[in-house]
């Protein structure tokens, strides 16, 4: 199972005639869930992945070892593997945890909705801060939760449900472990941000039913594009233009959601003022993890 679902690359134990362990795990779209235990010593090693693994420690202690760095792992510290780092894990005997894993797509895709839009820079987390306080502990009491309800019913809940309660994880994720973009996700509140910016955010939000150039909303703010670009970037981590394509991938889904009988990806691409079919729905897939015509479907089997 180590090799073939969680993606280790190595595993050794010290006393193989005495080894013990236990382990299941549940797939949901965008996270899965999994509990894990040892009687003896193990070492595991992982490579480079495309999802944050966070390990919450139920009894006993192990370890992590991130580029050169050894961390502890116990009741009083969680575990958390970034993504796209190779780690080392050293499970004493005894120990027992439940493992969350999120994919960086969703991890992103929660981040642009958080910041208002897709920021420029890769989301970085720094694995040797400690969780905030009370984040950490709200996302400790959150997993063990799901993990409790899952183990025995998600054959009974609506996928619906199920899509709430993982994006409850991964934001609970997002605040509680400290990134490059934490400062911006406990910053002050978009009226603390300069007059261009909420100028701006506010004719976009109004004009969600087409594009609109920079030159126009420079227009409007009475800046420069220049002076536009920057107070953007300081306020809020990503440029005008961006928040204005989320504004109306957003609109797009919510009119998906709510699906009349003739709703169509072409014709909710239009009203929201996308020009091309292609591109709206690659930009589509990239904020929301799934395609157009995957939620529209998804809204009339609801129907």
Not at 65 to 73: K, Y
Not at 76 to 102: D, M, N, S, T
Not at 199 to 220: D, F, V
Request: proline content about 4%; hydrophobic content about 45%; aromatic content about 8%.
């Amino acid at each position: 199972m180590l090799l073939t679902i969680f993606g280790a690359t190595g595993f050794a134990v010290e006393e193989a005639q005495r080894f013990e362990g236990v382990a299941n795990y549940l797939a949901l779209s965008n996270v899965g869930l999994g509990f894990c235990g040892y009687a003896g010593r193990t070492l595991i090693d992982f490579a480079e992945i495309d999802f944050a693994r966070l390990q919450i420690p139920l009894r006993g202690n192990a370890s992590i070892s991130l580029n050169g760095h050894l961390r502890g792992i116990d009741g009083q510290q969680p575990g958390i593997i970034p993504v796209g780092e190779p780690a080392k894990i050293v499970f004493e005997a005894g120990y027992e945890q439940v493992l969350v894993r999120i994919k960086a797509t969703a991890l992103e895709s929660a981040l642009a909705t958080l910041l208002g839009a897709k920021p420029r820079s890769a989301l970085i987390f720094d694995a040797a801060a400690p969780p905030t306080q009370p984040g950490g502990q709200v996302l400790r009491d959150l997993a063990i939760f799901l993990a409790h309800q899952l183990n025995s019913r998600a054959t009974q809940l609506p996928s619906a449900m199920l899509t709430e309660l993982e994006q409850s994880l991964i934001v609970a994720f997002l605040s509680a472990h400290r990134n490059n973009f934490s400062e911006l996700l406990e910053g002050t509140a978009k009226e603390a941000a300069p007059r261009a910016v909420r100028l701006a955010e506010e004719y976009i939000e109004a004009s969600w039913n087409r594009a609109i150039t920079i030159e126009e909303l420079a227009a409007h703010t009475n800046t420069s594009i220049r002076s536009l670009y920057a107070a953007f970037k300081k306020a809020r981590g990503y440029s005008p233009m961006a928040f204005a394509k989320t504004v109306r991938l957003r609109r797009a889904r919510q009119m998906l959601l709510q699906a009349q009988p003739r709703t169509s990806v072409s014709l909710v691409a239009f009203k929201c003022g996308f020009g091309n079919l292609g591109h709206f729905a690659n930009d589509f897939r990239q904020m929301f993890g799934e395609l157009p015509s995957e939620i529209l479907a998804r809204a009339r089997q609801g129907d």
